[in-house]
């Protein structure tokens, strides 16, 4: 027979991962908006937003309510605690979708830059990214998320190159540089999303084992940046 | 007499205290070594952002174990919450000192770009940000949490500002755009840090009152975004 609090815990995960359905929604919608040069997309990633704050509201408001009548230990303990941070980096990445529709407005006013440069293929790498992790925490799948720490470095490399192209690009055509400088904003709001995304499968490995792989991991990045 | 929970709770709070002096450091190496272009200041910020990073896990170490053995209620289990989520914004201020480092030494392996704008001002904004929001925390003043929210409009004004100025600068000097976008970067940096300031003043306000403010205000900030 399931225990009471092991309802409570299910009931938690599935808030969770509603509000990170949302996410992903708002995050393919800006993108969309984009790469369509759709305003009503953009507009919608607003609406999405309005839901994914109750959202955050919601889930912290369990967390703390599990903690003060459950009193929890051990796994189940790390479950919640895990649940708060994710919570948090899920309703960032709504932000980062917000500002992503934000730059993508202006963008689609004004004449567009050739190419969108990697920017369709860095949306595909992130939206996996944020796919996996979220399968991770449901299938409490410490693999997968480490396969995200992996996937990050792609992401990162990605985002350096659309920086490049686009600089080089604006170089010979300074008119285009408020058109760029969009574009490279909308690529670190990616890049955002992805640590976001990290910083989730960080916490679900956490979550499964108990282990802090946080700086582990973030020095050898920190370390490949500077190399 | 103070109740054995008290003490742990006030060694929580300084240990946290203690991880917000390393971040304010962090900040000041990162934007002094761009005033005065001095390379051993950034190398400094790495030097302290792994001390943040072991600090981070430390704090977490603690609120789990505080959690735990104490299995705490109301006022002391919102406390501890609230740390939760201000040590992973704490870290996350560290980062991007750390990014700001890493574009500042870029900044200065080449010509500057005649004056750094309005950065130095935006620098002096978000350092009182920081450090009001930790007062804010050790004091328990939602007042002062409060007034952190307000300065948060005027470190974004600045950041327009500055995007501004460098766009107009590099539309007619394009050989600057590498130079310009460092700058840009720069003030997108300080503003994550604004917003990080602005999460943890929202958090001290839940921890003190146990009102949950976030939406609201930032509905209200997302609104003036869009006027």
């Known amino acids: 027979m399931e225990r009471h609090f092991d309802v409570s815990l299910r009931e938690l995960k599935e808030q969770l991962v ?13 993108t969309l908006g984009l ?27 369990s967390c703390v309510k599990l903690l003060a009548l459950q009193q929890p230990l051990a796994a189940d303990l790390r479950l919640i605690v895990a649940t708060i941070k994710i919570n948090t980096d899920l309703e960032r990445m709504g932000d980062q979708a917000v500002n992503i529709a934000g730059n993508a407005t202006r963008y689609i006013s ?31 799948d410490a693999q997968l998320a480490r396969e995200v720490l992996r996937r990050d470095d792609l992401v990162d490399g990605l985002k350096n190159k659309i920086f490049r192209d686009v600089l080089e690009h604006v170089k010979i055509n300074a008119g285009d540089i408020e058109q760029g400088l969009n574009l490279i904003l909308i690529a670190r709001n990616l890049e955002r999303i992805g640590d976001h995304a990290t910083n989730i499968a960080e916490d679900v490995i956490f979550a499964i084992s ?17 190399t």
Chains 1, 2 share one sequence.
Not at 18 to 30: D, K, Q, S, W
Not at 35 to 43: E, F, K
Not at 115 to 139: A, C, G, K, Q
Request: charged content about 35%; hydrophobic content about 45%.
């Open 18 to 30: 509603g509000m990170a359905g949302l996410v992903e929604r708002a995050i393919e919608c800006a």
């Open 210 to 226: 108990g282990e802090d792989i946080r700086h582990s991991a973030r020095i050898e990045t920190i370390k490949q940046a500077l």
């Open 35 to 61: 790469v369509q040069r759709d305003r009503a997309l953009m507009t919608q990633v607003h609406e999405i937003e309005k839901k994914i704050n109750e959202a955050h509201i919601a889930v912290d408001d």
């Open 110 to 140: 004004a004449e567009p830059l050739k190419p969108l440069v990697d920017l369709p293929r860095m949306f595909e790498e992130v939206r996996v990214m944020v796919r996996e992790t979220i399968d991770s925490f449901v299938r409490t």
